[in-house]
């Protein structure tokens, strides 16, 4: 009886696990720059994308497309941005493509967090503008709060910043009423 032991293969497990590590990785590159994401969202980051997700689903879903990040919008070949919340209307279906987004959604959103909230106030609305994203938010966690853009004449203007008690309407896609308070839970597990 021949009691040979397996094969090692350490290296090989070596080698699986770096190319996970690999395709694991993300980041984003906004004015041909990569920008990584250090950590992985918290709680109440991902809770709040659960309930845009929700109430943009039930508002919207025979209108268009929302989707969710991890999802490369490549805008040009130096930026390629995953926003949180991706809206596209049914009009504009065909910006997806080979199973990805190649143009300008209708409207995005960013949750802003500490690691990011600097790059999505400032770097990546610049970029959104630029580009013409008819519609951006901005929903801070800490704050509870919504700030709606909305271009026009190729410039973002707040329309509004709203709080959790409040009512978002947006100004670019018809079927869009949000209750804020179904956003921000009471228990938000900080």
Not at 126 to 145: I, M, N, S
Request: net charge negative; aromatic share 10%; proline share 5%.
């Amino acid at each position: 009886m021949n009691r040979s032991k397996p094969p090692e293969r350490p290296a090989k497990v070596k080698e699986q696990q770096d190319n996970y590590s690999l395709i694991d990785e993300r980041y984003e590159i906004i004015g041909g720059e990569r920008y990584d994401f250090l950590s992985s969202p918290k709680y109440a980051h991902q809770k709040i994308l659960t309930n845009f997700h929700l109430a943009f689903h039930s508002a919207c879903c025979q209108e268009g497309e929302v989707l969710l990040a991890p999802m490369d919008v490549h805008f040009d070949e130096d930026n390629i941005m995953q926003p949180d919340v991706i809206y596209i209307s049914r009009e504009r279906l065909d910006i997806i493509r080979d199973g990805f987004i190649f143009g300008v959604p209708d409207l995005l959103v960013e949750i802003l967090s500490d690691s990011t909230g600097r790059r999505d106030k400032i770097i990546k609305k610049k970029q959104y503008e630029h580009f013409g994203v008819k519609e951006y938010w901005l929903a801070d966690p800490q704050y509870r709060t919504v700030d709606q853009f909305v271009l026009r004449e190729g410039r973002y203007e707040l329309a509004a910043t709203l709080s959790e008690s409040d009512t978002l309407v947006s100004a670019t896609v018809p079927c869009l009423t949000i209750d804020l308070s179904v956003i921000f839970p009471a228990d938000m597990r900080q």
